[in-house]
């Protein structure tokens, strides 16, 4: 029996490093799409718009800018808007079937830009999203892991996320690679035939369906245990998550998404589970989806307009061009290295004991709002540098970006999973990422804005981006006064329970 724990936790573990190395690897390369619009044109796609200026000894590349802009642009909206999709089949059908699809997009993916060429630049359009799409998927179906490690779950989604972000340092990699004489071709036959690996570790190391939370004593998963992988998180998560009392409804639509008590032991108590219409309604989705759009939205046309924008702050010099695009790449890398440390301020309190009454997820809420609160300002610290055109101060821009950019992805998963039922994660997620696609698709007009009206200077955009991500405040500042009432309205109850058991005692002396 000692022997098949040793084992299970072992399992545990290679599914952990497993997936820390897949999605840093290949998850979210497509972010790193600076550097491979580099190496893009200097093979010479899209260089037919460019044209030469009248009178003038330079050429006007623009539209170029534009078709690359428009490609990142729409898989950044089709990598968001499609995880609705996502979460639903992930919640429906299970790990492997989800991580299938996203294996066979990835794979499609790959291939089409390993075939494409400066005549067949338009492969281009389908290519990039079908990585995007797959790479979320892989992070999606990764991010249950966390569920293995309970002490530490925060800790590791964020990790996930953090590492989701460095792989767009892949890019760079190839970048690099095809100045040493490695063909583009050969980069992305490798990332089509390292897809064996992927489909390896779905069967061998990833449930079948779900790894459920909290954790069964004994719960193990794989190829060779299918019988042992029996959960349906759906049936699982009714079981054990919080439901709303007819007191707790009439409360109002704040605590519509609040879950019940973490240890799921009283069946008696719980007459509904909280459906996925009451957490949709809720206020928490409201605010949290705001605040994941608008800094999101701010990073994807930072990304989205990098290139141009150094071109015009270096004189379109291109060995600073380059040097710049690899200072960025590079810094890409550290987000797996910046996302635990959010991990670490939702998980500072595993360990210590409750307050009377008080709930898991009451305490996972109101640590939730200090790294809420601190995301929220690093964008706007991130925004204001972004709008000093200073060639030099991007370096700390870049820093800036990526340590953000890690606490809000990784802060985006962990915040659902602790506001919202588990049995509803993939949905939740998938809905509050889809919105954000939605309002991030505001990255192409702002940059036709910046290219037209504004004669390629981008300084009131990023002014009018940087006061809207004020809005973002609003999130942490809700999740702080909701946690406050909670703590008074369970202190109240506690004080009246002490009165009558007073008056009760009285009575019968």
């Known amino acids: 029996m000692q022997g098949s724990e040793v084992g299970t936790r072992l399992r545990y573990w290679l599914t952990l490093a497993s997936g820390m190395l897949e999605c840093l690897g290949f998850a979210g390369v497509v972010f790193g799409y600076a550097s491979l619009v580099f190496v893009l044109k200097d093979i010479g796609y899209f260089s037919h718009l460019c044209h030469e200026e009248p009178g003038a000894n330079s050429t006007d590349c623009s539209r170029q800018d534009e078709q690359f802009s428009l490609i990142f642009t729409i898989a950044s909206f089709l990598n968001n808007f499609l995880t609705i999709v996502n979460g639903y089949m992930f919640d429906r059908f299970g790990t492997t079937v989800t991580r299938l699809l996203g294996i066979s997009l990835y794979t499609t993916g790959t291939l089409l830009v390993a075939f494409s060429s400066k005549e067949l630049s338009l ?17 999606l179906t990764n991010m249950q892991v966390g569920n293995l490690f309970v002490a530490y779950r925060a800790t590791i989604i964020t990790l996930y996320n953090g590492a989701f972000d460095s792989s767009s340092v892949v890019f760079f990699i190839i970048k690099v690679l095809f100045e040493q004489g490695i063909s583009l071709r050969s980069s992305f036959l490798f990332l089509s035939l390292c897809s064996v690996i992927h489909v390896l570790r779905t069967f061998l190391l990833m449930p079948r369906r779900h790894i459920p939370y909290a954790l069964p004593q004994g719960y193990t998963y794989g190829f060779t245990c299918e019988k042992a992988d029996g959960y349906n998180v759906e049936q699982f998560e009714r079981m054990r998550e919080a439901t709303l009392t007819v007191s707790q409804q009439s409360g109002g639509k704040e605590n519509a998404a609040a879950a019940a008590p973490e240890d799921g032991t009283d069946t008696r108590n719980r007459e509904k589970v909280v459906s996925f219409r009451s957490c ?9 989806v705001l605040w994941l759009s608008i800094m999101q939205l701010r990073h994807y046309l930072f990304i989205g307009t990098l290139n141009p924008m150094l071109n015009r702050l270096a004189s379109n010099d291109p060995k600073l061009v380059s040097r710049y695009t690899n200072a960025f790449a590079m810094t890409q890398l550290c987000g797996v290295l910046c996302a635990p440390w959010n991990g670490l301020i939702m998980d500072r309190h595993k360990g210590k004991p409750l307050a009377a009454d008080e709930t898991e997820q009451e305490v996972d809420l109101r640590s939730s709002c200090l790294s809420l609160f601190l995301t929220a300002l690093q964008c706007l610290v991130f925004s204001v540098c972004a709008s000093i055109p200073v060639l030099p101060l991007q370096y700390l821009t870049f820093a800036l970006q990526v340590l953000n950019r890690s606490f809000l992805y990784g802060g985006n998963a962990t915040f ?25 698709l505001l990255q192409y007009p702002c940059f036709t804005l910046v290219k037209g009206a504004l004669g390629g200077d981008p300084f009131y955009v990023d002014i009018a981006l940087t006061i809207l991500t004020l809005v973002v405040f609003i999130h942490p500042v809700y999740t702080f006064v909701y946690c ?14 002490a009165e009558t058991d007073s008056t009760v005692a009285e009575a019968k002396l």
């Open 416 to 440: 659902i999973s602790i506001a919202f039922p588990a049995c509803h994660f993939g949905k939740v997620y998938g809905l509050v990422v889809s919105l954000s696609a939605i309002i991030s």
């Open 123 to 139: 492969l281009l359009f389908p290519a990039l999203p079908c990585i995007a799409v797959g790479g979320m998927l892989l992070l």
């Open 484 to 497: 406050r009432k909670q703590a008074s309205r369970r202190e109240y109850n506690t004080q009246s329970e």
């Open 280 to 288: 949709v309604l809720s206020w928490f989705f409201l605010w949290h």
